[in-house]
Nanobody, 122 residues
Framework: QVQLVESGGGSVQAGGSLRLSCAVFGYIYGSYCMGWFRQAPGKEREGVAA???????SYIRSVKGRFTISQDNDENTLHLTIGSLKPEDTAMYYC????????????????WGRGTRVTVSS
């Protein structure tokens, strides 16, 4: 069974940056997708960025050019580098995964971490 543990959240001022990390415990092999989701107060959870085992990445429009998803296979870690932060980026950020798939849709993810909080002040 795979477990995901996020870290790296914090409080930053608008314009700042953070690097979120997701440690993967267990082994994801073959085809898979990993992604970052976020849930702002009073809003539904939304997918933000994803990467699959072929290295294909996808982002929602509001974060393109500011967020970068990457994976370190040696460290078994997924990262999300977030820059030019805006107050509307304030949310709980979750790492997620699904095995045996590529080119995943946001609804395909079935394994979740507990989240790391990002707060952006203006």
């Amino acid at each position: 069974q795979v477990q995901l543990v996020e870290s790296g959240g914090g409080s930053v001022q608008a314009g700042g940056s953070l690097r979120l990390s997701c440690a993967v415990f267990g082994y994801i092999y073959g085809s898979y997708c990993m992604g970052w989701f976020r849930q702002a107060p009073g809003k539904e959870r939304e997918g933000v960025a994803a990467i699959d085992s072929e290295g294909t990445t996808s982002y929602i429009r509001s974060v393109k050019g500011r967020f970068t998803i990457s994976q370190d296979n040696d460290e078994n870690t997924l990262h999300l580098t977030i820059g030019s932060l805006k107050p509307e980026d304030t949310a709980m950020y979750y790492c997620a995964a699904v095995r045996d798939k590529t080119n995943c849709g946001w609804g395909d993810f079935n394994t979740w971490g507990r989240g790391t909080r990002v707060t952006v002040s203006s």
